[in-house]
């Protein structure tokens, strides 16, 4: 909190010197407190210049995603505007359900540099190392039926890979129901995580992790062959904050479509962006294995399969593999 604090004084007057003494009796703390929280600003990669007569200046910000640094340069009216940010944290979903068992609103955002154990669907993991990529989980509580929850992930999938185009100009591919692609590998996935009764949705956490930053040799060698980033396939660093503001633009517009006018306009994005139709497919759902050619998705965002047999099969959740 102190640590906000410091750094709004300091942007303040952002050429200017703010003496040590005047930082405490504006934040009234001591000046050794103030001195321990520049040194560890200094550790999160602020660049504060020192002077003992003039006090201190900030020279450079990292590229950190906190509340500081993102609320200047969000164009949202209301996704975001409470935003959690952690250094660390188990998962950013784990935490956004508990805050909103707590009562925390929609919209309400929770964002971590690092996930020591980041979830991907069915007790899998995300691989999330510090400061280089994008961890980031929305509170939504929509006033649908459980069985459209799964419209949420393909609104999602739609505005991240919305910004991916928009910012590297690059045209990802959505593979049902969570994925997103570049050249065939994975840069980024959705785990969509709900909290209701039979027939009432308590709340949606809608997790989203993206790879911006990451070399091919920081991945874990097990997912190497089967993973991108926005770096590796541009050759150029991305800001992570740029992404973030982005991309909760493009999430508060397409919620919004989806709640004004249902599945239909999110079905349409969602279609050019997957390129499913007449695909031939493996699907594992529960344990079982279907082979097929991928019809469609339905309006609840279940995914349509014609088996060999020429039969139609709805498929509510579940991983596919492309097949030639
Ligand atoms: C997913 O699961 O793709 C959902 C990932 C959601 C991550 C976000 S980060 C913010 C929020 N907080 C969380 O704790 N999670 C969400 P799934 O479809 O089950 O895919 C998981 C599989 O993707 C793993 O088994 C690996 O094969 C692969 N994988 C793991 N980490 C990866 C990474 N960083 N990039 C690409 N692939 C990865």
């Known amino acids: 909190m102190m640590d906000e604090e ?30 321990k929280r520049i040194a560890h600003l200094r550790t999160l990669g602020y660049e504060i210049e020192a002077s003992t007569r003039l006090g201190y200046r900030l020279i450079q910000s990292p590229d950190l995603l ?33 805050l909103a068992l707590n009562g925390a609103e929609e919209g309400e955002v929770v964002i971590a540099e690092f996930q020591e154990k980041g979830s991907g669907r069915l007790g899998r993991q995300w691989f999330s190392p510090p400061l280089l990529n994008l961890y980031l989980s929305v509170i939504l509580r929509p006033k649908i039926p459980p069985h459209r929850a799964s419209l949420i992930t393909l609104m999602a999938a739609v505005a991240t890979a919305d910004v991916i185009k928009k910012l590297s100009g690059l045209l990802p591919l959505i593979k049902w129901p969570n994925d997103i692609l570049l050249r065939d590998r994975k840069v980024a996935g959705l785990l969509n995580e709900i ?55 493009e999430l508060e517009k397409w919620y919004a479509i989806f709640l004004k006018q249902g599945s239909t306009v999110i079905l349409k994005a969602w279609r050019d962006w997957a390129q499913i139709e007449g695909r031939r497919v493996e699907v594992t759902s529960f344990g079982e294995t279907l082979v097929g050619m991928a019809v469609d998705v339905d309006s609840d965002g279940a995914l349509i399969l014609e088996t060999e047999d020429g039969k139609r099969k709805r498929v509510v959740a579940g991983d596919i593999e492309y097949k030639r």
């Open 195 to 249: 909290h209701s009764e039979t027939d009432q949705i308590h709340f949606v956490i809608l997790g989203i992790g993206v790879n911006l930053n990451m070399e091919e040799k920081m991945f874990p060698e097990e997912i190497r062959a089967i993973a991108t980033s926005l770096r590796m396939e541009t050759g150029q660093m991305i800001s992570r904050k740029a992404f973030l503001q982005s991309l909760l633009s």
């Open 6 to 35: 410091i750094l709004q004084l300091l942007r303040e007057s952002p050429s200017v010197f703010l003496s040590g003494e005047e930082i405490s009796r504006r934040l009234k703390v001591s000046r050794t407190a103030v001195w």
């Open 66 to 98: 906190t509340p500081s640094e993102i609320k200047p340069i969000l164009k949202t009216k209301w996704m975001g505007k409470t935003m959690h940010h952690f250094h660390t944290l188990d998962s950013t979903n784990s935490k956004a359900y508990q």
